[in-house]
């Protein structure tokens, strides 16, 4: 019985691979560290708060705008309602997600390893010093 075609008369032994299938920097570490993870943190709660505040900016433009008919107007008044909504949170949990990477960098690499005691000083600092200016 012939193969149907050249390239699939392959040895299976050629396709396990027991190895990683991307290359590394010699010395690189085969985890993410925590600077690599904040870029993704930071981002993901810009991303995610502005997505959430812009559904409800939505929400509240088409509750108000509900006796109009639609028209300019409208439509304008529900854009600047989804617009003025979705900014201040995103940048609020952008600017909270700054500061635990940053605390969280900073006690990693001040203890020399990254474990949940990191993790949970990291957030405790964060909220510290988000909530520190209204007093104990």
Not at 4 to 12: D, F, K, Q, R
Not at 72 to 101: C, D, E, F, M
Not at 108 to 121: H, P
């Given at each position: 019985?012939?193969?149907?075609?050249?390239?699939?008369?392959?040895?299976?032994?050629?396709?396990?691979?027991?190895?990683?299938e991307?290359?590394?920097?010699?010395?690189?570490?085969?985890?993410?560290?925590?600077?690599?993870?904040?870029?993704?943190?930071?981002?993901?709660?810009?991303m995610?708060?502005?997505?959430?505040?812009t559904?409800?900016?939505?929400?509240?433009?088409?509750?108000?705008?509900?006796?109009?008919?639609?028209?300019?107007?409208?439509?304008?008044?529900?854009l600047?309602r989804?617009?003025?909504?979705?900014?201040p949170?995103?940048s609020?949990?952008?600017?909270?997600?700054?500061?635990?990477?940053?605390?969280?960098?900073?006690?990693?690499?001040?203890?020399?390893?990254?474990?949940?005691?990191?993790?949970?000083?990291?957030?405790?600092?964060?909220g510290m010093?988000?909530?520190?200016?209204?007093?104990?």
């Amino acid at each position: 019985m012939n193969p149907l075609s050249p390239y699939l008369n392959v040895e299976p032994c050629c396709l396990m691979q027991d190895t990683d299938e991307f290359i590394l920097p010699t010395g690189a570490n085969k985890t993410r560290g925590r600077v690599e993870l904040a870029f993704f943190t930071i981002g993901g709660c810009c991303m995610t708060a502005a997505a959430f505040e812009t559904m409800n900016g939505l929400r509240l433009g088409l509750k108000e705008t509900q006796s109009m008919a639609w028209s300019k107007p409208r439509n304008v008044q529900i854009l600047n309602r989804v617009t003025r909504q979705g900014a201040p949170w995103a940048s609020t949990l952008g600017s909270l997600a700054l500061l635990y990477s940053a605390f969280g960098v900073i006690i990693e690499k001040t203890r020399g390893a990254e474990d949940d005691l990191s993790t949970v000083a990291a957030g405790t600092m964060t909220g510290m010093l988000y909530k520190g200016t209204g007093g104990l």
